[in-house]
């Protein structure tokens, strides 16, 4: 597996720095989820029993004055972003309702319209329900290809047949005649992901706001890298797409401006990969930049 100054670094610190400190054309894969324009400001939990809002944790600040100043903040990183991909390197980014519409307009200027790839739509369920409209049970991948091919090993993220499918049954007899045999592995993956947000009471939640499943980020990692890879994430707040990266044999590195999520990133890749020393440093914000505001996770 090939090895270089950026496996394994963890660093706290501005992201645009961080990234500008990078070589160029490294990174394989970009997984990262950014503020998501949301107005508010999140705290870590689980605070002490009998403690109020004022004593807990902060976590993460996503106040904004307007949407050009979120744009103004997100277009340099984009453009920071696709320096470092290779040429068949791939960015998935996160985000809602709130704002991809105006993220892909900034994407479709960084990368070109042409280097879209796919919508992947994040479908969940738990919470509370909307009275006014259509409860809001999603989120949004948007996947852009740094050149006109990527990696994809869609065979890594197969997922068993439906119970009731005759085709997994006995497979389809074409026209022609031809035999079409269910696959082993089961069916391919669509861009429609049901799959469940973490469990209160799961031993996988670490207490940060917005964490994301495993899951999902394993199926990015798993279909858009392989192993040795390097994975880039930004945005990595309680490091869920670096754990996933390591677990899988990906080499990583990745950057948060808050402390406490850097902490928590920390402890996790720390019991993933058995304790082994992770490399930390503290890039300086460059003049003129934007204090980054820490954010949601992956």
Known sequence: METDDHDRLLVEGDNLAFMSALPAGIVDLIVTDPPFFTGRRRIISPRPAG????????????QWKTLA??????????????????PKGSLVIHLDWRVVHAVRLELDEVFGPD????????????????????????DTLLWYARGDSWTFNIDAVRVPYKATSGFARGGITARSGKHYSPH????????????????????????????????????????????GDLVVDPF???????????????????????????????????????????????PARREGDRPQPAHPPA
Request: net charge positive; glycine share 8%.
């Open 184 to 227: 082993p592995a089961g069916t391919p993956l669509d861009d429609v992901w049901d799959l469940p947000i973490i469990n209160p009471l799961s031993p996988e939640r670490c207490g940060y706001p917005t964490q994301k499943p495993e899951l999902l980020l394993e199926r990015i990692v798993l279909a858009l890298s392989r192993p």
């Open 236 to 282: 990595c707040g309680s490091g869920t797409s670096v754990v996933v990266a390591a677990r899988h044999g990906r080499r990583w590195c990745a950057c948060d401006c808050s402390p406490q999520a850097i902490a928590i990133a920390r402890r996790r890749l720390e019991r993933e990969t058995g304790g082994r020393p992770l490399i930390g440093r503290r």
């Open 115 to 138: 280097r879209f790839v796919n919508e992947i739509i994040w479908h969940y369920t738990g919470g509370g329900r909307a009275r006014r409209y259509f409860s809001r049970k999603h």
């Open 51 to 62: 403690a109020d809002a004022a004593h807990s944790t902060p976590g993460f600040d996503d």
């Open 69 to 86: 100043d979120y744009l103004a903040f997100m277009r340099p990183r984009l453009e920071a972003i696709r320096r470092l991909l290779r």
